[in-house]
């Protein structure tokens, strides 16, 4: 509908279902707007989005059914007018062996900006449920059973009469009863009733958390417990309140902006992050060389003739460089002092200087190294 509005609607408010918003008149607020929605119900109960609980007799002596919205449908009401549920809402406490609760917490926006909330919950007294369904099976045992597709299958099972009540449904059709006869009804009570407690001991917790919280949708939009075929062929017209300010307003512009680099802090609060200082020593770093060291490498500098023998300075000399050498960049000359073998103080290379301190627990050059091993293997013998 192009033409659909809020005053269009409350207008010919005659030929819809209103929610709540509609209901009651309020100023609109600024900063919002308001936006129509219909929903329409399958009044054919194989879909699922109604079921029959109950009949009304009129004047004329005609039964017109009465009909209650399912929790799918209920649930599309309560996404189109934007309700809100809280935290932990359908959640299910066991009270006791045969009683279970839930609670539910939802909240709509209503259109002058304030929020309408609703509390609710739903226990579930199997103890209770169970005096429920044996009272109504007995009164339709002897008073008979008027839902037909009930009094069919009871046929079925159960001896007993068909009788004519003179009424008419809301199709036109004349409305009869099944009257189970009476040798057969304390079968039928204790079959039906174990039927509907087997079912309801299933599903209690789950029976529970649904009430709760289509007791809270109901609440909040104002839906009736039961509704006529006839009121249920209007639409539902759902009115949603959404934020809309100004947007070329330069302060609103500055209002969304921090809201939006506030919005990971409001989802997991303004924590400052922690701040460590690392002191990092004045010797050399360490190099992230490989511990292996290639093998060819290592016998070409075996077989390559013995560099002049280099003793590396004393430790007062070492210190007394160092405390020179701060505030200058050290060259590679400067570093290669400090990789000696520990036997002849012959300079090495750092990944020589590495690979044997981390295999032979030492410093050595190729030589010493070749030494050490052959002294180790003759211990070993």
Known sequence: MSDLSIQNVLTQRNNYNLAIPFVETQQINPFYKMSVSLLCVDTDERASQIFKVGSRILNNK?????????????????????????????????????????????????????????????????????????????????????????????????????????????????????????????????NSLLDAMTQLRANAPQKAATGAILRVIRDLL???????????????????????????????????????????????????PVVQTISIPSVDDEVDIPADVCEAERFQAERAPEPPQQRSP??????????????????????????????????IKKSVWQYSNENLGQPLCYKCQSIVKRERKGGKR
């Open 62 to 190: 005609r039964r017109e059914d009465l009909y209650s919205l399912s929790k799918p449908f209920l649930q599309r009401l309560a996404t189109e007018a934007g309700i809100q549920f809280g935290p932990g809402a359908g959640d299910v406490s066991k009270v006791d062996e045969n009683t279970w609760k839930a609670s539910a917490f939802g909240a709509i926006r209503l259109p002058d900006g304030n929020m309408r909330t609703s509390n609710n919950f739903k226990v579930i007294d199997l103890a209770m449920e169970e005096k429920k369904y044996r009272m109504a099976y007995e009164e339709k045992a002897e008073s008979g059973i008027v839902d037909y597709k009930a009094a069919e299958d009871a046929a079925k099972k159960y001896a007993g009469e068909w009788k004519d009540t003179g009424q008419i449904n809301d199709r036109g059709y004349p409305i009869k009863i099944y009257i189970v006869a009476e040798r057969e009804r304390r079968k039928y009570i204790e």
């Open 222 to 272: 104002g839906i009736k417990s039961t509704y006529t075929i006839d009121e249920l062929k209007k639409p539902f017209a759902v009115a949603r309140t959404s934020f809309s300010p100004d947007y070329n307003d330069p302060m609103i512009k500055q209002m969304l902006l921090q809201q939006a680099m506030q919005s990971v802090g409001n989802l997991f609060g303004n924590v400052q």
């Open 314 to 347: 004393q430790p007062a000399q070492r210190q007394q460089g160092k405390t020179q050498g701060v505030g200058r960049v050290m060259t590679e000359a400067d570093r290669a002092v400090d990789f000696c073998c520990d036997k002849c103080g012959a300079v």
